[in-house]
Structure formats: C-alpha cells, structure tokens
C-alpha cells in the first residue's frame, strides 16, 4: 500500500516563530487532508487539498502532486497550535480508504 | 468537528465484557468509517460503511470487532470479549460521498481493567 512519511518527527518552537512541516508519499493520490490533534485529542480538519495552495489564517498548504509532497505552513504560531499534526492521503486507482502519517508533535512555547 | 457525534466519550470495561460505540455522521453524510488510534501513533483504519452495507474492512480483527451502520439510527462498532490491548482511542469519521473530505467526532477512550 501507499506510504506516507512525514517530517520532522518533533518540533519545538517558541511562540511567534514560523515553521513548515512535510508529508511525502509514495503514490500518485486522489485526496490529500491535514488535520490538526490537539491535546484534549480533537481531531480538527485543516485542509482538504489534493494539489494546489490553500490558506486559511496563519495556516497554508500546498500540495504538489506531480513530486508526492505536501507542505503545512504554520506562520506566527501560538501556544495553541500545540499538537500533532496528521496528513492522509487516499492513493489512485480505486481506494477510498485514507492512509495516515505518523504526525509530527509540535510544541510551542510562550 | 461537532457535528459528527460520538458516545461515549470514555468508556470503562473488564476483560471479557463487550463494548458498544456509537457514532452518529454529519447531516447529509451516508459514509462512515472507523480508526483506531494507540498513544503515540496515527489512525489505523478499521472499517468503511455506508447505510446497511460494510464497504471495506480490511483493518478490522476477524475475531470479537463487528460494524453495522443501520438504516435508522447511528453507526455501531462492536467489541466482544474485550481484552487489555483493546484499549485504545476510537474515531469515526464521515464523508458525504466517497473520495470527500471526512470529518471527525472526538472519539471514544476505551480503557480495559
């Protein structure tokens, strides 16, 4: 099955800082979404975004499908976007069934 | 995220009870699918339904987990004779249509004694 890797593992920022996570895959995927974990174990919908740019606030996406990535941009960040961080994707070719990354914790410190 | 509907939130059981989760879909949403999520890990996908028919559970035991998603009512993920490696977070997610972003319900804590 398709694999999704994502980086870094941890981070540690402090608050006001700019940071930028990954999420590569092994496939060519019809759906791509991130999704934010806080730490009362939410799970709350970033983006839905199989190719292309998205912004919401001082979040942005960006997929490029063609190379198998996708890149979270978290700008100014606070204290509560502290979590984990999950991509999914949804590999071609008939599955509908999302596969998870493995998240990247992030911490921001005030 | 509050609109698909988890119950309970937490939910405490002895090795060898059963344990009944419930999830009720957004509004408009015909396609529920089940994860289990272990500390420190991503969601693994269980099962895929849609109303009266299990489309895909392939990430479900063969043994003690059962998922029903009635005409009438919420969707059912059913753990018999449950042991301690049960324990873990249970999400539900719903979709209006296949390929469609999901969203999710705060999911269910199961604690095995």
């Known amino acids: 099955g398709i694999q999704v890797e994502q980086s870094p593992p941890d981070l540690i920022l402090q608050e006001g800082a700019n940071s930028t996570l990954r999420c590569n895959f092994s496939d060519s995927v019809n759906n791509l979404q991130w999704f934010h974990q806080n730490p009362w174990g939410q799970l709350i919908n970033l983006f839905y975004i199989p190719s292309g740019t998205k912004q919401n606030g001082r979040l942005s996406a960006t997929t490029v499908a063609t190379e198998r990535y996708s890149l979270l941009y978290i700008s100014s960040s606070q204290t509560t976007d502290s979590g984990v961080y999950f991509c999914?994707?949804?590999?071609?070719?008939?599955?509908?069934?999302?596969?998870f990354g493995r998240g990247t914790s992030l911490i921001v410190h005030p | 995220n509050a609109g698909v509907m988890q119950n309970p939130r937490h939910l405490v059981r002895r090795r060898g009870q059963e344990a009944r989760l419930r999830c009720s879909p957004m509004?408009?949403?015909?396609?529920v699918y089940w994860y289990r999520q272990l500390p420190e890990e991503g969601l693994k996908f269980m099962v895929y339904l849609q109303k009266e028919n299990i489309i895909d559970e392939s990430g479900m035991p063969k043994e003690r987990f059962s998922a029903e998603f009635p005409k009438e009512g919420p969707s059912i993920l059913r753990i018999q004779q449950v042991v301690r490696g049960d324990s873990a977070a249970y999400f539900c997610a719903s979709s209006p249509g296949m390929d469609q972003p999901q969203h999710f319900g705060d999911g269910t804590r199961l604690s095995i004694l």
């Open positions: 509004k408009g949403h015909s396609h």
């Open positions: 999914a994707v949804v590999a071609s070719g008939g599955s509908y069934i999302p596969t």
